[in-house]
């Protein structure tokens, strides 16, 4: 016999998952235990907002679904923000959470919350697990939570549920739907023809390229057909940044939407491959003209309305671009007068340190420096705000999950943990955590990095080499810049400054002071070859972004 966490806990081993993440509680030992015995390590966080973001950072190195732990009342409450994220940044998560038992609850509420209310916003689906039935809940959940689009699942486990011998059974795994294509027919005929006779075609790829693990395809169409490509900030790197068709990411910089949305309106052929506008900002509702020619490739169907398009095929993205390709000779040249050429060369000098207003120290040359110093399989990650939008114009990713980083909710407080889970998945099974293990760094300003201070201790035990980089300017700057654009006094943006290298040396690592490109360099020195992190606060001043994206 075994009982219902043991079940669970086999049952999300055979889904891939060998870490979860979050603080116990009393409601929810039991179900810890269930996952240690299933070979699924439990790693002890400070808050369980951290812990959702490196559940999420394992899963963009390994795939599996996340797992998140967290007791009743304050447990669920405190998580609420990363599952939200996880909903609308399309990641499986598995939300496992401990409950008092149906007849406790009718007297009893202390702590005591309905968990499935509180969560139905932000959850793909929230399952109550009962007692003969745990082999299915566990099953619908990692279902649920990688199907169409991923998302976050909530499974409710009450404390004598959990504990609850249930009869040896056969696991039940249900099979994953296969990949579907576009059904031949006049829509799709529509389209290759379009394709044949387009001159100025574009391409536009989202996060769900990743989802569906469609890089490979997405990438090898845009090279054979010659076709320029946009990307989300969470599909950089489907095509590796320095090949000349790759026109970089939009959607968040101004200066960029500036030059990439024209190119739409001059495109006589726009062509979605798993874009998802919900990373997008206003600018890009409704981006191209009545009439014109759009071909959409999506997961789901378009509910959102953000844009519309003339054809829309539902089902696996790669299959449906592999399936308009077929038997179509690429054209020997399109775009002969060169305008995405141009746009991507005026952006690459754009956003190059050489434009930094003649600056010899910024924000600019900090991302610059450490961009060059590190190898080309470096994973970043980025917190909200805006060194994000800077770093996600400059930093080039040459594979996807190149750069992580929070892009439809926008939260802060996720880079570090993101780099945490990133890094602890990457080397989890290596005899040598240095050994092929790709070098993690995050990126963060003063503000956000004040929100996770205590993860530094996590860090620590955790003995992780990740590189932390702090940009320094004592202020909300992103917000700043809008309060003076709308003319609005000073208010509610700076605050007072912190010795972060004393922190990061408080707590069990290396802290460094930068304020030159001399004294990145040698921070920078030894990084990954330390059994701790390192944290480099990187000086910018005040007003350090302004006009610089």
């Not at 995405?340 to 690459?348: D, F, S």
């Not at 990133?422 to 293990?437: E, H, I, K, M, P």
Request: aromatic share 6%; with cysteine; charged share 20%.
């Amino acid at each position: 016999m075994v009982n219902s966490s043991e079940i669970i806990g086999k049952r999300l081993h055979h889904a891939g998952c060998r870490k979860a993440y979050g603080i116990p509680g009393g409601e929810v030992l039991v179900l810890m235990d269930g996952l240690r015995k299933a070979g699924i390590e439990f790693v002890l966080t400070k808050h369980e907002n951290s812990a959702g973001f490196m559940a999420e950072g394992g899963y963009h190195q390994d795939g599996a679904p996340g797992i998140l732990v967290a007791t009743l009342g304050p447990g669920v409450a405190n998580a609420v923000n990363v599952v939200l994220n996880a909903f609308q940044d399309r990641v499986p998560m598995i939300f496992l959470t401990g409950c008092v038992d149906a007849v406790e609850g009718m007297t009893y509420t202390h702590q005591v919350i309905n968990h499935s209310e509180l969560l139905k916003a932000c959850t793909k689906a929230s399952i109550n697990v009962v007692d003969g039935a745990v082999g299915v809940a566990i099953d619908k959940a990692i279902a649920i939570a990688l199907d169409g689009q991923p998302g976050p699942v909530h499974v409710d486990v009450a404390i004598s549920v959990a504990a609850k011998e249930q009869p040896e059974q056969d696991m039940i795994v249900r099979t994953m739907p296969s990949p579907s294509a576009p059904a031949e027919g006049p829509a799709l005929e529509t389209a290759r023809n379009w394709l044949r006779e387009a001159k100025q075609p574009l391409l536009i790829a989202g996060v769900d390229v990743l989802n569906q693990h469609g890089e490979k395809a997405i990438a090898k169409f845009a090279r054979d057909f010659q076709i320029p490509l946009i990307t989300t900030y969470k599909a950089k790197g489907v095509l590796p940044e320095d090949d000349p068709l790759a026109l970089g990411g939009g959607g968040l910089s101004p200066m960029a939407d500036n030059h990439l949305l024209p190119l739409l309106k001059k495109s006589d052929l726009i062509i979605l491959a798993g874009y998802d506008p919900i990373e997008m900002r206003v600018g890009w509702r409704n981006p191209w003209d009545k009439g014109a020619r759009v071909l959409e490739f999506s997961a789901v169907p378009n509910t959102h309305y953000m844009h519309l398009a003339n054809l829309s095929f539902v089902g696996d993205v790669a299959a449906g671009i592999q399936t308009l390709r077929r038997n179509i000779i690429p054209k020997e040249e399109v775009w002969v007068n060169g305008e995405p050429k141009a746009v991507r060369g005026l952006l690459k000098n754009f956003f190059s340190t050489a434009t930094s207003a003649n600056e010899e120290w910024g924000p600019a040359e900090v991302i610059d420096g450490i961009r060059k110093a590190l190898p080309r399989n470096t994973v970043a990650t980025a917190d909200s705000g805006a060194h994000r939008i800077l770093l996600s114009q400059m930093w080039e990713c040459y594979a996807a999950r190149g750069l992580l980083q929070s892009t439809a909710l926008c939260t802060m407080g996720c880079a570090v943990p993101l780099a945490m889970g990133y890094r602890l998945a990457a080397q989890s099974g290596t005899s040598d955590a240095n050994s092929d293990v790709p070098p993690v760094v995050a990126f963060v300003g003063d503000a956000g990095m004040e929100m996770v201070l205590g993860e530094l201790a996590t860090l620590r035990d955790l003995k992780l080499p990740v590189l932390i980089v702090v940009f320094v300017d004592k202020s909300l700057a992103l917000i700043e810049i809008k309060q003076r654009k709308f003319g609005l006094p000073n208010l509610g943006v700076d605050f007072g400054a912190t010795d972060f290298p004393a922190c990061a040396e408080a707590l069990g690592g290396v802290g460094r002071l930068v304020t030159n490109g001399d004294e990145l360099r040698e921070g920078l020195e030894g990084v990954f070859q330390r059994q701790t992190f390192t944290l480099l606060a990187c000086v910018i001043g005040e007003h350090a972004y302004d006009k610089r994206f």
